[in-house]
């Protein structure tokens, strides 16, 4: 095997022992990368090497989100990489803000969950939408994890419609009145503040700012979930809640406003689930080096091969995917349909790789012993959130005709 199908070598796996992770690239896509972006994805990978692969394991049998890791990944810049450096973010380009979430979720996919829904579902709406006030209120504070936050969507009957929301405010003349639930909200029980979308007396969507501790406010957690066990998840709960009025987000209202803060938290995902595909190949091809049977090691038995051969097919063209997507949104020119396209195709291709690679590892491949079968379930949740497959596949559907299917 060539260099550039796997640089480096040595074991990993077990959550105690080293993780010597190494990305492939088949294409030698690093020529495309900048020195800077070079470095911001080596910090990134041994940021996870040390304060995430030897712990990830546990916290997930455990179902513990790390509250600690907020304030670390704070110290890395990881929290609105694309946010302007006067508001704390790291003022940097797509390609760079993709390669943390790509290594980030090559250790887990529910630690990138926690770094997007604060990046690019709180900072970027406050950003994006916010008063002067805002933006100097909570983006520092978010930047550097000192405050954690959530994004409130989706309701228990509105997931993939979510123009159908029912979670309303009235106008108190001093205060809003803010009535309503919202569920699946990754990292909820932990947040110290909430973007939160709900109707005005004329059904029109505002954001508003909800910051924990406004009576009337509760955010009970969802217990039990197979998927994401390291990523916390709950409800946001309003009943009859003052908000301030100056809380809420003045720059766009309609649909429009958190769809467009979908962009760009999907572009993460599609960058992040490259990198749980990468981890799944890597320890996917180690195993089948060393894995003896017939006296022989499983990969030079050709089925093994033909799974080791299609991973890294898909893995290099979502990676050159990937790059481009990130030059055009670096030219404010991507569409929310290749956006989709990208979420779409990467998430499937990683969830294929990992559900590949858990059986090159046969029985071993369940074991808490491999990162893979964590990756498989996380990404069962990665595919549905954000927009599920379908409906991706719905929304190019709708670019390519111009007709609208969701209903
Ligand atoms: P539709 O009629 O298509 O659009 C309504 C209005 O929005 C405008 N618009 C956009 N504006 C800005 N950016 C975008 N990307 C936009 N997409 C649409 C559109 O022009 C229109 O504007 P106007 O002025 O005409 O009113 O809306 P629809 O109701 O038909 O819905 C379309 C659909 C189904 C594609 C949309 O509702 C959708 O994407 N549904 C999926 C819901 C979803 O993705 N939820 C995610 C919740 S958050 C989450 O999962 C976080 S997990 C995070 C983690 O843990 O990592
Ligand atoms: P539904 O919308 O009920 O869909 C069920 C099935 O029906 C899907 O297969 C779907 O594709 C299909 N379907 C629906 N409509 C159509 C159609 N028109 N045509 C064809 N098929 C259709 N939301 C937030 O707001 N914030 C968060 O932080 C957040 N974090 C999450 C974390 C986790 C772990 C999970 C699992 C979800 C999270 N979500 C969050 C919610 C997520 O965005 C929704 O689960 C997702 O949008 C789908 O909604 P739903 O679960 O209600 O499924």
Redesign the pocket.
């Known amino acids: 095997m060539s260099a550039n199908t796997l640089q480096g070598g040595g074991s990993r796996t077990k959550s105690t022992s080293r993780d010597d992770f190494e990305s492939p690239d088949f294409y030698q896509l690093d020529e495309l990368l900048t020195d800077e972006q070079k470095l911001i994805r080596s910090s990134m990978r041994d940021f996870v090497k040390q304060e995430i692969s030897p712990y990830i394991e546990d916290w997930c049998q455990q179902a513990t989100f790390p509250e600690g890791i907020v304030k670390k990944f704070g110290e890395m810049g990881v929290f609105g990489p694309t946010i302007p450096s006067k508001y704390g973010g790291g003022g940097m380009d797509y390609v760079s803000y993709g390669l943390i979430m790509q290594e980030i979720e090559r250790g887990d996919?529910?630690m990138?969950?926690?770094a997007?829904?604060q990046g690019s579902?709180v900072m970027y709406p406050i950003y994006m939408l916010g008063t002067e006030e805002q933006k100097k209120t909570y983006l520092p504070k978010l930047a550097t994890g000192e405050m954690l936050g959530c994004?409130g969507?989706?309701e228990p009957d509105h997931?993939?419609?979510?123009?159908g929301m029912t979670t309303h405010f009235r106008d108190m003349g001093d205060h809003f009145l803010l009535n309503g639930s919202k569920m699946?909200?990754?990292?909820a029980p932990k947040a110290d503040v909430a973007v939160v979308w709900a109707k005005d007396e004329n059904q029109r969507i505002h954001g508003l700012i909800v910051e924990r501790g406004l009576e009337g406010f509760t955010t009970p957690e969802t217990h039990d979930k197979w998927s994401?066990r390291a990523?916390c998840?709950g409800e946001l709960v309003f009943d009859n809640v003052k908000v301030p009025k100056e809380n809420l987000l003045p720059g766009k209202s309609?649909?429009?406003?958190?769809?467009?803060c979908?962009?760009s938290?999907?572009f993460?995902?599609a960058w992040g689930a490259i990198g749980a595909a990468m981890d799944c190949y890597y320890s996917a091809r180690k195993y089948a080096m060393e894995r003896i049977q017939f006296e022989k090691p499983i990969a030079s038995f050709q089925l093994v091969q033909k799974k080791l051969a299609e991973m890294l097919t898909e893995i290099t063209k979502a990676q050159l995917l990937n790059w481009r997507l990130a030059k055009l949104m670096d030219q404010n020119n991507a569409s929310?349909a290749q956006?989709s396209l990208a979420k779409r195709n990467n998430v499937a291709v990683a969830l294929e790789i990992a559900r590949e690679a858990r059986q090159i590892h046969g029985g071993m491949g369940i074991t808490g012993d491999y990162p893979i079968m964590r990756h498989m379930m996380n990404l069962e949740?990665?595919i549905?959130?954000?927009?599920?497959h379908d409906?991706h596949l719905?929304?190019l559907g709708?670019e390519i005709t111009g007709i609208?299917a969701?209903?």
């Open positions: 996919s529910g990138r969950s926690t997007s829904v579902l994004f969507l989706t997931g993939s419609n979510p123009a699946w909200i990754s990292n994401l990523s998840t309609g649909l429009g406003a958190p769809l467009m979908l962009d938290a999907r993460g995902i929310t956006i949740s990665v549905t959130y954000e927009g599920t409906i719905l929304i709708n609208p969701f209903s």
